[in-house]
């Protein structure tokens, strides 16, 4: 398989070209200007420009469907150059704002939610990327590429900032190397310049591959799919959990550098009649005291042949009422994109037929 350019950092490419300023050119190409071809590319030699595209491709990835929220939210189903398909979500969290006089006062707000793998290893029961087993790392390139396409695809300009999530399909520590040379390409500031401040990685709870981001010191934030505070009930729901349990990853979580303004996500994802009752907001509280965190709670979103239901509105408020009253930061995840197949997974299945 042709390997592209965008699996590698600037210091890479560095060192592969004679001349050390030609790779901060190139990113600029690749990540400011939104070329599509290395011939675009004409401050750069054109042996150089050959070399590189007999070598590499620019983009590994293509735009193969997408679908519209009518809160402005699109989900791309992307195709890798090998024909398998992942689902990447962009996420309108605020609107542009304009005065009276009909002059943007605020650029809208944009996050880009990625995906890690083709397929998952992890097998959550309430996953639908899991149903179709685990098929392939993506590279850093394929992660990389799904933001500077959505960039392109709804002409964010390439100077705006957008926030990443590593939340889409596949269990990103479980593609580690990848991921961090993800993280520090979206950071360079010859690049998209998104400070990991700005990139969120979610997981699935490997314990041990917490301690070790943590260790890269990137500054990246952290967010843990947690869904039960129970060992029982989370083995049920996330078989990995026999290998690292609750106590382990809060453990990991005590340990891991968290910039002093931000806290560590929990991802709670409410099922109906399995974790939505008032005695698991009460274990939970008390599993959370002592880490600076917030609480994010998702509605399951149901889909063709899962047992699992979504919770009752007044169950999920009267949860984070809990919660909220003790003095915990709650959210609740909005249903962003409801109205097209929302939770990630779901449009790929749709396209594969499963
Ligand atoms: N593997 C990582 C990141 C990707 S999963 C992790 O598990 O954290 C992305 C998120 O989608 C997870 O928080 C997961 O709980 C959620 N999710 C999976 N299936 C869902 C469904 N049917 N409804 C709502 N959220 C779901
Ligand atoms: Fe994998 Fe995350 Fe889905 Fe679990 S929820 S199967 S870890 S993608």
Redo the contacts with the bound molecule.
């Keep these: 398989m042709k390997q592209s350019i965008l699996d590698f950092t600037l210091e890479e490419i560095e060192k592969q070209v004679t001349q050390k300023f030609r790779a901060k050119q190139l990113y600029n190409w690749i990540y400011q200007q939104n070329v599509d071809s290395f011939s675009q590319m004409n401050n750069v030699p054109k042996s150089l420009r050959e070399e590189l595209a007999k070598k590499y491709l620019l983009l590994p990835l293509e735009i193969l469907k997408k679908e519209q929220s009518r809160d402005g939210s699109i989900k791309y189903l992307f195709k890798l150059i090998d024909g398998h398909t992942i689902e990447s979500v962009l996420l309108k969290m605020k609107d542009a704002q304009y005065d009276n006089e009909g002059k943007l006062v605020h650029h809208a707000k944009f996050t880009i939610c990625v995906s890690t793998q083709v397929g998952?290893k992890?097998g959550?029961a309430?996953?639908?990327t899991a149903k179709s087993g685990f098929i392939r790392n993506l590279t850093a390139g394929e992660i990389v590429g799904q933001v500077l396409e959505i960039k392109k695809d709804v002409n964010i300009a390439s100077n705006r900032r957008v926030n990443i999530v590593?939340?889409?399909m596949?269990?990103?520590l479980d593609n580690f190397d990848n991921l961090v040379k993800s993280i520090e390409i979206f950071r360079n500031e010859n690049g998209l310049s998104i400070s990991p401040k700005r990139q969120t990685v979610?997981?699935?709870g490997i314990s041990s591959k917490i301690k070790r981001l943590g260790e890269t010191g990137l500054g990246v934030q952290l967010?843990i799919?947690l869904?039960a505070v129970d060992d029982s009930l989370r083995e049920k729901l996330i078989p990995m959990n026999r290998a690292y349990n609750i106590a382990s990853i809060v453990k990991a979580v005590k340990e891991f550098p968290v910039n002093t303004r931000k806290r560590v996500m929990f991802?709670y994802?409410v099922i109906k009649d399995v974790n939505d009752d008032i005695n698991s907001a009460k274990k939970l509280l008390k599993l959370l005291q002592g880490i600076k965190s917030k609480v994010n709670l998702?509605?399951?979103?149901p889909?063709p042949g899962t047992k699992f239901k979504r919770p009752s509105r007044e169950n999920m408020e009267n949860f984070q009422k809990y919660l909220l009253d003790r003095g915990l930061l709650c959210t609740i995840r909005e249903s962003k994109g409801i109205d097209i197949s929302a939770?990630?997974?779901q449009l790929r299945e749709q396209e594969l037929g499963i």
């Design positions: 998952c992890v959550c309430f996953c639908l590593y939340m889409g596949g269990e990103p979610s997981t699935s967010a799919s869904h991802e994802l998702i509605y399951f979103n889909y939770a990630c997974g």
